[in-house]
Every structure is written in structure tokens, then in C-alpha cells.
């Protein structure tokens, strides 16, 4: 039985795609799929996916006209045979014993989420660590997930982690095609879709901050920032429905300095307003927001 299907939309990635399927072939877990999505690459992307497919068996590839990440991630998700499935993007890359230590922790717990650490890498000299879990933690409730795997929202990441394919398709929760920033849709609507979730250290998934990457190429494209908003207010929502909060690291920020120091901050956004001075919150006023 497949355990863990892979998922790898791909579009454009020659430079970084070797790396990427090198660290999932070599699994320390063997009982695997790697549903490779070609999503129209115009590169050599496809001819290096077909070169790794005729070594590796557990290597699928679907080609679909370039339809976006989400819609690729999505096409994964209908092609993936697996107890539980994984979304690893095609220009990063994850330990050996991803998917084993995940899987191994997710039947022990039984639960519909295993998540790892997740590494920010630059360039070799510089990469940090963003999520780090020093001890396991066993989330049941969406607060719990919430909070604890999400960071409040601030780190809606989904690829550091698998999730139970019967019960994903069941929750009917699906990518929204056509967008950026799906994450920020997805992760919170599958915290509380889905059960019990177990996170832990010493496994992780490493983030390539590539400039070339959607997310990096028009950073004033008006569509993205549309984009963003909707996501952010689709957060909001969300958070406001079931009664959590949003992080102020979401907020817009003003500083006030003299001769260059910072003296005072106003952050300010859709839940509500803070005020600092020296670092200190002297105020702070929460609103809920309808949409």
C-alpha cells in the first residue's frame, strides 16, 4: 500500500528540480508516489521529470496546460492513490526521512496532519530556521492547531506537512485556482476540517527564497496585490467566525522616529489597532470584523 503520495506541481524549475527530486527518491520511506503535475513548463523541466521517471517507477507525471500552482496542486490531489499526501514545491526540498518520521508520527497519533520544521535557505551561508518544534505536540482542537501549527495565521504553510487523503477529499476543501498567496485560503479551512494533527522536530522542509518565483517577480502587479488582499481578508473572516485572532505581524505598521531612532509604532489593520512607545504597548483596542 502507497503511504504518502507526493505531490509536485511543476513549472520552469531546470535549475533547482534535480535537487528537489533527488530528496524524494532517496525517502527513507519506500512505500511511495510522486505525482509530478507539469503544469506547461517551457523549459527542460518535463525532459528531466521523464529521465527520473524511467529509473523510478513510483514517478507519475501529469501534463496539463499551465493553469497555476493551485489548479496543479489540486490535479495532484484527484491523480494520488496514498494514505496520506504531502505538497512539496519543485524548487525546494526535504530530509531523507521526511515523509518516514511524518508518517510514522501521524499512525502513532492517529492523526490527519503530521507537520515538520521549516527552513528559510538563501544560499548556503544563509538559511533559518521559521518553524522549529523542541518537543511533540499534539494539537486536537482548531484552536490548538491554530495557534500552535499555524503561529495565529502567520504561518499558513502547507508543504511542511501530510495529510490524510480520504479525509482531505471528504472535507471538500480545494486550492482556489487562478489566485497567489493560496495558502493563507487553504491551511486554516484544513485545521478545522481535519482531526487530530502532531508536530515534530528534527525533520524539515527547506524554502528557497528563489527570486525568480511568482511571489518575487512583480511585486507591484496589481492582480497579486488583489490577491494578497483577498486572501488576508479571507483570513480575517475565518478567524473572526470561529473566535481566534489574527497576528499584528499582518498589520500595517507607522513608525515615529527622532534623529533616525524609533520612537513610537502605530500597527494598525482589519482587527483592530496597537500603540507603542519605547517598545512598549501602551494601547491596544480589538474590533470584530464582518464580511
Avoid at 532517496?26 to 529521465?51: F, H, P
Avoid at 511533540?136 to 504553510?157: D, F, H, P, R, T
Wanted: one cysteine or more; hydrophobic letters at 40%.
Amino acid at each position: 500500500m502507497i503511504k504518502v503520495s507526493i505531490i509536485v506541481p511543476v513549472y520552469n524549475v531546470e535549475k533547482y528540480l534535480t535537487e528537489c527530486l533527488n530528496s524524494l527518491v532517496g525517502q527513507t520511506l519506500k512505500d511511495i508516489e510522486i505525482v509530478a503535475v507539469n503544469d506547461g513548463s517551457k523549459d527542460n523541466s518535463l525532459r528531466i521529470l521523464e529521465e527520473y521517471a524511467e529509473k523510478d517507477k513510483r514517478i507519475k507525471i501529469i501534463n496539463q496546460k499551465n493553469a497555476g500552482l493551485s489548479a496543479a496542486r489540486n490535479r495532484g490531489v484527484e491523480a494520488a492513490t496514498g494514505e496520506f499526501v504531502a505538497f512539496i514545491d519543485s524548487d525546494d526540498w526535504v530530509d531523507l526521512d521526511f515523509c518516514e518520521k511524518l508518517y510514522t508520527a501521524a499512525t502513532e497519533e492517529k492523526a490527519d496532519i503530521a507537520a515538520g520544521e521549516l527552513v528559510w535557505y538563501e544560499n548556503p551561508q544563509k538559511n533559518v530556521k521559521q518553524i522549529c518544534y523542541k518537543r511533540k505536540l499534539v494539537c486536537k482542537g482548531l484552536k490548538e492547531k491554530y495557534y500552535k501549527l499555524l503561529n495565529g495565521s502567520a504561518y499558513c504553510y502547507v508543504c511542511n506537512k501530510i495529510y490524510r487523503r480520504e479525509t482531505l477529499i471528504k472535507s471538500g476543501v480545494v486550492f482556489p485556482e487562478g489566485k497567489v498567496y493560496e495558502d493563507m485560503h487553504w491551511s486554516p479551512r484544513v485545521m478545522c476540517e481535519l482531526g487530530k494533527a502532531v508536530a515534530i522536530g528534527g525533520v524539515s522542509y527547506y524554502y528557497r527564497q528563489n527570486v525568480s518565483s511568482i511571489t518575487h517577480l512583480t511585486p507591484q502587479n496589481e492582480k497579486m496585490a488583489k490577491d494578497y488582499r483577498d486572501a488576508r481578508a479571507a483570513l480575517v473572516k475565518f478567524a473572526d467566525m470561529h473566535n481566534l485572532i489574527v497576528p499584528f505581524s499582518m498589520w500595517k505598521k507607522i513608525y515615529f522616529r527622532i534623529l533616525g531612532l524609533p520612537l513610537a509604532q502605530l500597527s494598525y489593520g482589519d482587527t483592530g489597532v496597537r500603540f507603542y512607545f519605547l517598545g512598549i504597548c501602551l494601547f491596544e483596542k480589538r474590533v470584530r470584523v464582518r464580511f
